[in-house]
């Protein structure tokens, strides 16, 4: 198995050290590590350049592209599977590993968990404890989704997260990968996670492939406007990319 973890990243100077350093504590280290930098016009760059880690670059604004990029050029170089974080996600130490685990239980793509991270600042009571049950609820409510209902589907919809989702180089290439739009156009995860369920039934969520998540977006959008904006952008902020 020859997995790549790909890292889109747009003006994340002040988050991706601590993903490159979480990643570089992960207790499986067999994996080749490319961050996509999204045309930042921050030090995110320079500062990827300082840790050593491989880092090419998408102009083309979104994190849908940019990681459609990162991912079509692992495969080029040999990846056979690939797993996909954010630059302002630290994934579990032992995320990798798990998500190996889930391949080799037979899963063709794998989606994770995730849970707020405390070390940006004091989390407050209820985005400490309500995060992780509103984001368990809003994945019950994708399965009764009129946009995830289909004759076509092969399985019922599972959510699966960006900042913690696995997939094999094959099934990635037959369908058709992360569509190549901004984050405000479509949720990309959701769409991938759509087209691979009519090409095969082999994917799931595993509860032991964890990332902690930032909350800005939270903090920025509040419960509500959150709530709204994950479900199909109901709410469209002025400033999407809340940094």
């Given at each position: 198995m020859d997995l790549w973890v790909i890292v889109p990243a747009y003006n994340e100077a002040g988050s991706i050290e601590a993903t490159i350093k979480a990643l570089a504590e992960q207790d499986d280290q067999n994996f080749?590590?490319?961050?996509?930098?999204?045309?930042?016009?921050?030090?995110?760059?320079?500062?990827?350049?300082?840790?050593?880690?491989?880092?090419?670059?998408?102009?083309?604004?979104g994190t849908g592209a940019a990681s459609d990029t990162g991912m079509r050029h692992a495969i080029a170089h040999g990846a056979t599977h690939l797993a996909r974080t954010d630059a302002d996600c630290l994934p579990r130490p032992d995320w990798v590993r798990n998500i190996r685990r889930a391949f080799g239980d037979g899963l063709e793509m794998v989606g994770g968990r995730l849970r707020p991270r405390t070390d940006e600042f004091p989390l407050k009571f209820w985005e400490r404890h309500f995060i992780p049950l509103v984001?368990?609820?809003?994945?019950?409510?994708?399965?009764?989704?009129p946009g995830n209902r289909s004759s076509e589907y092969l399985g019922p919809y599972v959510m699966m997260p960006g900042a913690t989702l696995a997939i094999t180089s094959s099934l990635y290439e037959r369908a058709g990968g992360f569509p190549r739009t901004a984050i405000e156009e479509v949720h990309e995860d959701r769409a991938l996670v759509n087209r691979v369920r009519t090409l095969t039934s082999a994917y799931g969520s595993r509860r032991d492939v964890v990332v902690f998540g930032s909350v800005r977006r939270?903090?920025?959008?509040?419960?509500?406007?959150?709530?709204?904006?994950?479900?199909?952008?109901?709410?469209?902020?002025?400033?999407?990319?809340?940094r």
């Open positions: 080749t590590l490319v961050v996509v930098d999204n045309a930042s016009t921050d030090d995110t760059a320079e500062i990827v350049r300082r840790h050593g880690v491989q880092m090419i670059t998408e102009t083309r604004k984001v368990d609820l809003a994945a019950a409510f994708g399965r009764f989704r939270l903090r920025a959008y509040g419960l509500a406007g959150t709530l709204a904006w994950y479900a199909d952008h109901h709410y469209r902020p002025e400033v999407i990319d809340v």
